[in-house]
């Protein structure tokens, strides 16, 4: 019989962990037909692509996405797919877009993830016409999506779509037992739809946007672990998984989520928490973190951190970034949506104290290191200042730094642009967190911070990590494994049909060239974003990756995104939990 696609003489990964070999690999209508050592007959076939030299692999996952929005008007989702992602799953954090109405759904979403709410909110009030998990996963098939997806339900969201947005921001309102019990319904239906299982959010700095409940933390922060106990017994029943994010402000409370990864040892919850990263801010994290992680998994639990494979390096427009949301002064001046209101703010000497103190505050819990010395001017209309960091500019000036960073942001606003990598920033204590065996390799938050970060590219930064360390003489792991960790580890860890490429699979799979990884990934580069009218932060690997086959059709070919992926159904799908 004819194959659709040959692919001949390329390093053949099956995503098992297996070491590498080469192969010639046959497709035929969007299955792995064939993986032999000796060449295939190619009579009839259409495509035979050659291989040699280059690393043929599953497509890869990305387990931490925010594309909820972007795959309705894009779904191609081009920024992924080009560095070989195949699968993509969204509904993190706690904020699907599946229960609450479009402008809960928007409001619940864009502040947290940095995202133009006059983008995303008209988006959801032209194409949302679903509210159940039922509804969604119907019009996910109607796509003509890029990747395939895969989906947790948001707690967020579910307790929105409830019990209404006001009320599930308000600390005096607890959900009656009618409203628990329609969560438990809207729970079990989303099991029982494919959905990989429930996220939640205990992080009190992730902001609502809009006019009605302006500055309120997410939903999710508002239930008591008992709602969220009673929600996630159906999730075990199920053998699902939880996705969580403790509160950063008090470490301990990570035990929350170890408690319930461990409250019924005849099966234990499966529970991947946001994220373990090696602060620069905070030294205790990665030990406790990781030691946490190894206790629950001696009693009998399973639990994975999310572990970014990268320097944590953030971008930011004047006090515009996230992390000010973690300290009382940075706190005061994000919750001014009036710009005069703000600079009226910043310039008060009462409040600048204020910041000061924190600034200085060593001690407390932090993910931001507060080191105006760390931090590097990008642009600015001083262009004297660009390429310096900001104490170096408050020493030369004799003035304290906060109130340089401060007096700078008045003038400048968002035209001041800066950055500073948080963590991650030690290769070898980031290598022997990447070997853990409690870690997903993933947190791209792909699809949302879109000025702030990105980190599309991934699988290729820990691809190319395993790669040097192996040419040093100092291998972290083998090849097959690092394939593995970023494809059949996570799709059986989650309960997919994905991540490998032997005989009978789905033909998902990349063709990259190593000699590629002699670039700097982690360059930034600045796109189109499509469906949304503006630019965002993106990676751009030009002669790494070559050809993305999803679902046996080429949706990357030599380098560039097919016209026809995100506009013709036959790629990606909507992938159930088994």
Not at 360 to 379: H, N, T, Y
Request: with cysteine; hydrophobic share 40%.
């Amino acid at each position: 019989m004819h194959f659709d696609i040959i692919i001949n003489n390329g390093l053949y990964f099956d995503g098992t962990g297996s070491d590498p070999h080469i192969a010639h690999i046959g497709v035929r209508d969007g299955r792995i037909a064939e993986v032999s050592e000796s060449p295939l007959d190619e009579a009839d076939c259409p495509r035979v692509i050659d291989a040699s030299g280059k690393w043929v692999t599953p497509g890869f996952l990305d387990t931490h996405t925010h594309y909820d929005a972007e795959f309705l008007v894009a779904p191609s989702l081009s920024e992924s797919v080009r560095h070989g992602v195949t699968t993509a799953l969204v509904g993190s954090c706690s904020l699907s877009m599946i229960c609450a109405d479009a402008e809960d759904a928007s409001d619940i979403f864009t502040r947290v993830e940095t995202m133009p709410r006059e983008k995303v909110l008209p988006i959801l009030q032209q194409k949302k016409r679903w509210s159940s998990p039922r509804e969604w996963v119907d019009m996910v098939k109607q796509q003509p999506l890029g990747p395939n997806l895969i989906s947790f339900l948001g707690h967020s969201d579910l307790r929105v779509g409830v019990m209404g947005l006001m009320d599930a921001t308000d600390r005096t309102v607890t959900p009656s037992e009618a409203q628990l019990k329609e969560m438990e319904r809207v729970v079990t239906e989303a099991m029982d739809e494919g959905f990989l299982g429930l996220s939640t959010m205990r992080l009190k700095w992730d902001k609502i946007d809009g006019d009605r409940a302006w500055s309120r933390s997410l939903p999710s922060t508002y239930a008591p672990m008992s709602e969220i106990r009673r929600l996630n017994r159906i999730v075990r029943d199920w053998g699902r998984v939880h996705q969580g994010a403790p509160n950063a402000a008090n470490p301990l409370k990570i035990f929350e989520y170890i408690g319930e990864a461990l409250r019924h040892l005849r099966r234990p919850l499966k529970t991947t928490l946001i994220s373990l990263l090696d602060l620069k801010g905070n030294k205790t994290v990665l030990p406790l973190g990781r030691l946490a992680s190894k206790v629950v998994s001696l009693l009998g639990g399973s639990f994975r951190w999310q572990v970014l494979p990268t320097p944590f390096t953030v971008y930011a427009d004047g006090i515009d970034v996230v992390f000010f949301e973690e300290f009382g002064a940075g706190e005061m001046a994000l919750d001014l949506k009036d710009k005069v209101a703000r600079d009226a703010l910043l310039k008060d000497e009462a409040y600048r104290r204020k910041f000061r103190r924190f600034y200085g505050e060593k001690l407390s819990p932090r993910v931001w290191q507060r080191d105006f010395g760390d931090a590097i001017i990008l642009d600015c209309p001083e262009p004297d200042l660009v390429g310096r960091d900001f104490a170096s500019v408050a020493k030369e000036r004799n003035i304290h730094v906060v109130d340089l960073f401060l007096d700078l942001v008045v003038a400048y606003g968002n035209q001041l642009r800066w950055y500073t990598t948080v963590g991650n920033h030690n290769e070898q204590r980031l290598c022997r967190t990447l070997n853990d065996d409690n870690i997903l390799v993933t947190f791209s938050d792909a699809g949302a911070h879109i000025r702030n970060m990105a980190f599309y590219n991934l699988p290729l930064r820990f691809l190319k990590l395993v790669k040097t360390q192996q040419d040093r003489g100092q291998p972290m792991m083998s090849l097959g494994k690092a394939v593995w960790r970023l494809t059949g580890e996570q799709a059986d860890w989650l309960g997919v049909d994905a991540g490998k490429i032997r005989p009978g699979d789905r033909a998902d799979l990349v063709i990259l060239d190593p000699a590629g990884f002699d670039q700097n990934l982690e360059t930034v580069h600045w796109a189109e974003m499509e469906g949304f009218g503006q630019q965002r932060l993106v990676n751009r690997n030009p002669g790494l990756v070559g050809t993305v086959l999803i679902n046996g059709r080429v949706a990357v070919d030599q380098g560039e995104v097919q016209p026809e992926l995100g506009q013709q159904h036959g790629f990606g799908q909507f992938i159930p939990a088994r």
